[in-house]
C-alpha cells in the first residue's frame, strides 16, 4: 500500500472513531461503552494490519483525550485490542478472529492493564473486575459492529484498500 494511501486511510479511521464516540455510545456499570472505536479496531486489523490499527487507536484515545472527551483509559483497552485483533487476524485470516481478538484483547487484558495505569495516572486503586464488565461490554459490541461491516464489504474493496 502507497504511504499516502495508507495514511489518509487511517486518518478516516481516526476521524470515523473520534466523532463516533460521541454519537454512539450507552452506559456500561461504571463507565460508558464507546462500541464505534471497538468496531474502528476491527476494521482496521482486518484492512490495514496490526500496526497501523494500534496507531489508529492510538491517535483516536489521544484526540479524545485532548478535546476533554474520554479518559486515560482509552489508550489501554483500544490499543491492546487492535494490536489482538490485527495478530490474530493475521495468523489465521479470518474475520472472526480479529473480533475475537478486539473482545480478548480490550475485554480482559486491556482491563487488566487498566489497573495499574488506574493507580499510576488516575491516582485511583481499584481491582481488575471493576473494570472488566464495561470493558467486555463495550468491546463485544464494537466488535460485533465491527465484523459486520467488514463482512459486509465485497473482496474487490477490500483488495483495493490494502493495494494488491
Given at each position: 500500500?502507497?504511504?499516502?494511501?495508507?495514511?489518509?486511510?487511517?486518518?478516516?479511521?481516526v476521524a470515523i472513531g473520534t466523532l463516533g464516540a460521541q454519537l454512539l455510545w450507552f452506559p456500561?456499570?461504571?463507565?460508558?461503552?464507546?462500541?464505534?472505536?471497538?468496531?474502528?479496531n476491527v476494521m482496521a486489523a482486518v484492512l490495514l494490519g496490526p500496526g497501523p490499527a494500534v496507531g489508529i487507536a492510538f491517535m483516536i484515545g489521544l484526540i479524545r483525550n485532548?478535546?476533554?472527551?474520554?479518559?486515560?483509559?482509552?489508550?489501554?483497552?483500544?490499543?491492546?485490542?487492535?494490536?489482538?485483533?490485527?495478530?490474530?487476524?493475521?495468523?489465521?485470516?479470518?474475520?472472526?478472529?480479529?473480533?475475537?481478538?478486539?473482545?480478548?484483547?480490550?475485554?480482559?487484558?486491556?482491563?487488566?492493564?487498566?489497573?495499574?495505569?488506574?493507580?499510576?495516572?488516575?491516582?485511583?486503586?481499584?481491582?481488575?473486575?471493576?473494570?472488566?464488565?464495561?470493558?467486555?461490554?463495550?468491546?463485544?459490541?464494537?466488535?460485533?459492529?465491527?465484523?459486520?461491516?467488514?463482512?459486509?464489504?465485497?473482496?474487490?474493496?477490500?483488495?483495493?484498500?490494502?493495494?494488491?
Amino acid at each position: 500500500m502507497k504511504r499516502t494511501h495508507l495514511l489518509t486511510t487511517m486518518a478516516v479511521f481516526v476521524a470515523i472513531g473520534t466523532l463516533g464516540a460521541q454519537l454512539l455510545w450507552f452506559p456500561a456499570g461504571i463507565a460508558k461503552a464507546y462500541p464505534v472505536q471497538h468496531a474502528v479496531n476491527v476494521m482496521a486489523a482486518v484492512l490495514l494490519g496490526p500496526g497501523p490499527a494500534v496507531g489508529i487507536a492510538f491517535m483516536i484515545g489521544l484526540i479524545r483525550n485532548l478535546l476533554g472527551l474520554g479518559t486515560l483509559l482509552a489508550f489501554p483497552g483500544g490499543m491492546i485490542g487492535a494490536l489482538l485483533a490485527g495478530i490474530l487476524y493475521q495468523r489465521f485470516g479470518k474475520k472472526r478472529w480479529a473480533a475475537t481478538g478486539e473482545m480478548i484483547g480490550t475485554g480482559v487484558f486491556g482491563s487488566l492493564f487498566a489497573v495499574p495505569f488506574s493507580t499510576i495516572f488516575l491516582g485511583n486503586a481499584v481491582g481488575a473486575f471493576f473494570f472488566m464488565p464495561s470493558f467486555l461490554v463495550s468491546s463485544v459490541t464494537g466488535g460485533l459492529i465491527g465484523i459486520f461491516i467488514v463482512s459486509r464489504l465485497n473482496q474487490r474493496s477490500i483488495t483495493r484498500i490494502q493495494g494488491i
